[in-house]
């Protein structure tokens, strides 16, 4: 069964500070991972999409790794903004055919002006 | 192209009523998603259905639960006789064809109270 972990669960940071979060998932028969971003009270807004087969996917201040062997990604956030405060998600979709996503609980970011 | 439009966004029912869900899908997607966020706890995987068809109801509860997506109108997540634990946000997505993109989008979620 597939579990995903996103650590740390919150972070709280200064405003222009570059930083990392974190996802683990147990297996690594994946087809693709995503990272959503989710406003308080609000749907999930896809930020970058990695294939199975990528490395990585940046998207302006954004740059999403994946390293499936391992079972590890990592969403980099650079200059951050408070606009960045947000609970982001990492989700996984397995091979095989199947689209339902795997969701991580989710970190929640702060960035504080 | 609106988004994916979920309705009523809340939604407070007595123990023991009933809760429909509704969710319309991009215009042209044809594969709906159902998610439930319970509390601190992340989204789970209920149920997902192309027009007319259960595809995968792998996380849906054993009883109370229902979805549908008919031919004509939106999919409808029923909850029959809620019970306090039913107190959730529910999230539909959907998404194109396969083969046209692999991009999912989410609705702004339907939460639903129970009291």
């Known amino acids: 069964k597939q579990e995903v972990t996103q650590i740390p669960a919150a972070l709280s940071v200064p405003e222009g500070e570059n930083l990392v979060l974190n996802c683990s998932f147990t297996?690594?028969?994946?087809?693709?991972l995503q990272w959503f971003r989710q406003d308080p009270g609000k749907g999930l807004t896809s930020l970058l999409l990695?294939?199975?087969?990528?490395r990585e996917q940046t998207s302006g201040r954004l740059n999403a790794s994946l390293d499936k062997s391992s079972g590890r990604s990592t969403l980099y956030i650079a200059a951050s903004q408070p606009g960045d405060s947000a609970t982001y998600l990492c989700?996984?979709?397995?091979?095989?055919?199947?689209?339902?996503?795997?969701f991580g609980k989710g970190t929640k970011l702060t960035v504080n002006p | 192209n609106a988004g994916v439009m979920q309705n009523p966004r809340h939604l407070v029912r007595r123990r023991g009523q009933e809760a429909r869900l509704r969710c319309s899908p991009v215009?042209?997607?044809?594969?709906v998603y159902w998610y439930r966020q319970l509390p601190e706890e992340g989204l789970k995987f209920m149920v997902y259905?192309?027009?007319?068809?259960?595809?995968?109801e792998s996380g849906m509860p054993k009883e109370r639960f229902s979805a549908e997506f008919p031919k004509e109108g939106p999919s409808i997540l029923r909850i029959q006789q809620v019970v306090r634990g039913d107190s959730a946000a529910y999230f539909c997505?959907?998404?194109?064809?396969?083969?046209?993109?692999?991009?999912?989008?989410f609705g702004e979620g339907s939460w639903l109270t129970v009291v």
């Open positions: 997505a959907s998404s194109p064809p396969t083969g046209v993109e692999n991009t999912i989008y």
């Open positions: 297996d690594s028969a994946i087809y693709n």
């Open positions: 990695i294939q199975s087969s990528q």
């Open positions: 989700a996984v979709t397995a091979q095989g055919g199947s689209e339902k996503l795997v």
């Open positions: 215009k042209g997607h044809s594969h």
């Open positions: 259905l192309q027009k007319e068809n259960i595809i995968d």
